[in-house]
């Protein structure tokens, strides 16, 4: 089946010490989106690349980073965690069509914790 | 600016009765309303979207979700809840005007079914 993969489900880094989390897809999706999740409250959009335009949100800090290398993978690096960092990251994908009425798909997210 | 509103943080009914998880949004012209299903340590799942048409839109595991254009709203709705539907559901808009299919997403709203 098609599916965005997120890899490693969990991840436990040390304060400071930079992190990546993967994520791939086999949807062939132009647009794919980082969000992260705390406590079951909304997901918040970090960044989103369409195709391999990258759009970074007003307010996602400078410490978030993403790499997309090729349509099937991308990344989020994160230079710095802080402690204020610890919660679900959401990979996300959807089919731009040009009318924007196309659903998000989403990976099992990736769940970070700072040590 | 596009914004959604999920009054209810929780909504308890019991197994076999109705269910309705509310949602309202603000959007200019016409919106792009989707709903998204969030079970414990997974991503979120596409239930059903609303782009034009048919008012009540039907989507998986039997949900139905109501277009009110007057009342600016779109709730979640299952005429026979299961323990199974217990979980976080988000309500999301898009303007139809963003091609990269940028969503705001409700607080969620949990739902918990009683036996």
């Known amino acids: 089946d098609a599916m965005v993969i997120q890899n490693p489900r969990y991840q436990v880094t040390q304060f400071g010490k930079p992190v990546t989390l993967s994520c791939s897809q086999t949807?062939?999706?132009?647009?794919m989106y980082w969000y992260q999740q705390k406590s079951s409250q909304a997901p918040k959009l970090l960044f989103h690349y369409y195709d391999k335009d990258f759009n970074n949100e007003a307010d996602t800090p400078d410490n978030f980073q993403s790499r997309r290398p090729n349509t099937s993978f991308c990344f989020l690096d994160i230079r710095s965690p802080g402690l204020g960092d610890a919660a679900m990251y959401l990979c996300a994908t959807s089919r731009a069509d040009g009318r924007g009425n196309q659903p998000q798909h989403f990976g099992d997210g990736t769940r970070l914790s700072i040590l | 600016a596009q914004s959604v509103a999920q009054p209810e943080d929780q909504v308890n009914v019991a197994e076999g009765n109705p269910l309705t998880v509310k949602c309202t949004y603000s959007v200019s012209g016409n919106p792009y309303l989707f709903w998204y299903v969030q079970y414990p340590n997974r991503g979120l799942q596409f239930l059903l979207k609303?782009?034009?048409?048919?008012?009540l839109v039907k989507g998986s595991y039997g949900f139905e979700a109501e277009f009110n254009k007057s009342q600016t709203s779109f709730h979640l709705k299952k005429p026979s809840a299961l323990v199974s539907d217990s979980a976080l559901y988000f309500c999301a808009v898009r303007d139809p005007h963003t091609n990269a299919g940028k969503s705001t997403f409700g607080d969620g709203t949990t739902l918990t079914v009683k036996p």
């Open positions: 609303y782009i034009t048409g048919d008012n």
């Open positions: 949807l062939n999706h132009n647009v």
